[in-house]
């Protein structure tokens, strides 16, 4: 079973909008931290954003904020004010617990489209 | 610029040929994690590296090796090397070896085999 799970593997968004790339996670562990990264075409990989399965509140970097809802086992990406600079690939990850120490599992991504 | 190093960005060799990649973690970091990414497979850990000891261990074949050494650099050798292993190589880093410690990625090194 997918324990990430990008349902969009594409999308659009026009400049200066808002965009929100969805994420699931599936886990039975109540410890896990969440992550997501960027990765531009030029291939590296850029942390962007961080929340904790306790964290009461939603995670929010500049333009990056998490909607988090544990409940629904969801953590998405909200990107504000889009610019054309966003253009890249956008991985959500997992890390959590279990035998032979903590492990992150990344999603399949999802290509992000920004048009002028 | 995360300030994690890779070496080499690129790697062309045959198969059956045995490969070293090199990864320098930021200062101050103590953990050193693999990471392997292709087409097919997606992303994928492979091993962590906490202070020079083993501390996680993902998908990693049994023809792949790592190790830390004590100036925790880390090296990643891949041996017997077959067209499936050609993929993008990433080294990340953090500070420690916790749930919610960021990874940071170096730039990757792409492997070709032909």
């Known amino acids: 079973a997918q324990k990430i799970t990008q349902t969009q593997p594409g999308m659009f968004v026009q400049e200066k909008e808002a965009v929100t790339l969805d994420c699931t996670y599936d886990?039975?562990?109540?410890?896990?931290?969440l992550f997501w990264y960027k990765q531009p075409s030029s291939g590296e990989m850029i942390f962007l954003i961080y929340?904790?399965?306790?964290?009461?509140q939603n995670a929010t970097e500049g333009r990056y904020s998490l909607n988090f809802q544990k409940a629904r086992k969801s953590a998405n990406l909200v990107i504000s004010a889009s610019q054309l600079g966003d253009s890249a690939m956008y991985f959500c990850?997992?890390?959590?617990?279990?035998?032979?120490?903590?492990?992150?599992?990344f999603g399949a991504g999802t290509r992000l489209f920004v048009k002028a | 610029d995360s300030g994690v190093t890779q070496t080499p960005k690129h790697l062309i060799t045959a198969t059956g040929q045995r490969v070293t990649l090199r990864c320098s973690p930021r200062?101050?970091?103590?953990?050193v994690y693999w990471y392997q990414q292709s087409l097919d497979q997606g992303l994928q850990f492979l091993i962590q590296?906490?202070?020079?000891?083993?501390?996680a261990k993902g998908n990693i074949l049994e023809r792949f090796s790592a190790q830390q050494f004590p100036d925790l650099h880390s090296e990643l050798n891949l041996s017997s090397l077959e067209l499936g292993d050609s993929a993008l190589y990433f080294c990340?880093?953090?500070?420690?070896?916790?749930?919610?410690?960021?990874?940071?990625f170096g730039p990757g090194t792409r492997l070709t085999v032909l």
């Open positions: 990340a880093s953090s500070v420690g070896s916790g749930l919610t410690d960021t990874q940071y």
């Open positions: 886990t039975s562990d109540p410890s896990y931290g």
């Open positions: 929340q904790g399965s306790y964290d009461q």
């Open positions: 990850a997992m890390r959590e617990g279990g035998t032979g120490g903590f492990k992150t599992i």
């Open positions: 200062s101050g970091d103590l953990s």
């Open positions: 590296y906490y202070n020079g000891e083993e501390r």
